[in-house]
């Protein structure tokens, strides 16, 4: 356990080490054309997302940054992001109301997303992503209109709500099970008003689009006091409700869009195959091999061309 801990350590200051070269990349240059490029950060995160925000940019060509901040950006911080961004919005985490939604687990992040998304198109990218070649594929949902969301899988699909209920009980182990799994099973009894045929996919957050929509958040706060009324308030609050929110409102958006999973991937530790776009190193195995390290190295080097 504690050689686990140490080995992650170094892995975490090896690639560390390669992502301060971020600092000596051209900076972005912003531009007000309808997107969105939105993450929540804090200082820990600063160089990590600098990666991934600057690797996602050089490929798109589109948007501007907007950032919610944690609470814990410094100064320092703010003027090495004003500086490689373009000086982007910064917006404190405290000045978002949640409504009947649950505070922390990023639904502050979603709901932000959401209230953004009524006048741009709003492309959520977590700081442990990376950006590794073209990204055709989300040029083209946004010039199309179509949200999108990263599988959590690859048999990742959009399904009707009784369906995803009936797989999840399927698959339910015994015992008490994760929040995303109790929700899922308790689907099919889902109802809200002026929404029939509900869908659902098993996404991944952290790299996910929305397009515009007049709209705004009312879906989510719908289902997340749907999900609490069949779940309990205390089960909805754990980390994990914002996901399933996430994926439920963008599975519910007009022919949304699961990435190709050979071309969008979350890191577990293989191979990253030859023709892969983007990479999202999870926590599980962000460190391992070496990949994170030198994905960012080779973003770095282009970047610096």
Request: glycine residues 10%; neutral net charge; charged residues 20%.
């Amino acid at each position: 356990m504690v050689r686990d801990k140490v080995m992650r350590k170094l892995r975490e200051g090896q690639f560390l080490r390669a992502a301060r070269g971020i600092l000596h990349t051209p900076p972005v240059q912003a531009a007000d054309d309808g997107v969105i490029l939105f993450s929540m950060i804090g200082t820990k995160v600063l160089l990590p997302y600098l990666v991934a925000v600057k690797s996602l940019h050089a490929h798109l060509r589109r948007g501007r940054v907007v950032i919610l901040d944690d609470g814990t950006l410094t100064a320092a911080d703010k003027a090495v992001l004003a500086r490689h961004l373009d000086h982007p919005r910064i917006i404190p985490i405290a000045s978002v109301e949640t409504g009947p939604c649950p505070r922390g687990g990023t639904w502050e992040r979603l709901l932000t997303i959401l209230d953004l998304r009524r006048d741009a198109y709003v492309i959520q990218l977590d700081s442990d992503t990376v950006t590794l070649g073209p990204v055709p594929e989300i040029a083209d949902a946004i010039a199309a209109g179509r949200s999108f969301t990263l599988r959590g899988g690859t048999d990742a699909e959009i399904l009707p709500m009784d369906e995803v209920s009936a797989r999840a009980r399927a698959s339910a182990g015994p015992g008490r099970v994760h929040v995303q799994s109790a929700i899922e099973q308790a689907m099919e009894a889902m109802a809200i008003p002026g929404h029939p045929g509900l869908r659902y996919a098993r996404g991944c957050s952290g790299f996910a689009g929305f397009a515009p929509a007049p709209s705004g958040r009312a879906l989510a706060e719908a289902f997340s006091v749907e999900a609490e009324r069949l779940i309990g308030r205390a089960r909805w609050e754990e980390w994990g409700s914002e996901q399933v929110t996430s994926n439920f409102v963008i599975a519910n958006d007009p022919d949304a869009l699961l990435l190709p999973y050979d071309r969008y991937m979350n890191y577990w530790n293989e191979p990253i195959a030859a023709g892969t776009g983007f990479a999202h190193f999870v926590g599980t195995f962000r460190y391992h091999g070496g990949a994170y390290a030198a994905a960012a190295r080779a973003v770095i080097a282009a970047l610096g061309r």
